[in-house]
């Protein structure tokens, strides 16, 4: 009975052990897309400042 205990506990620690490698993995993937994200984000909202500053530029030139 103790053998099986044993036994039973191995698997169990095996298969926890999985699921917290699949759980990291996937936390992983998520920050990239974030950061993914928030890089397109912010050379948008450059790109947005740069064409703003251009458009006030010519209006006081004028």
């Known amino acids: 009975r103790s ?3 044993i036994q039973q ?3 169990t620690t095996g298969s926890l052990r999985d699921e917290l490698e699949s759980a ?3 936390l992983e993937e998520e920050v ?3 950061r993914l994200h928030n890089q397109n984000e912010i050379q ?3 790109q947005t400042v740069e064409r703003l500053r ?3 530029e010519t209006k006081n030139a004028q």
């Open 3 to 5: 053998a099986d205990e």
């Open 32 to 34: 990239q897309k974030t």
């Open 54 to 56: 251009d458009e006030l």
């Open 9 to 11: 506990l191995k698997k």
């Open 24 to 26: 990291q993995y996937q």
């Open 44 to 46: 948008h909202l450059k």
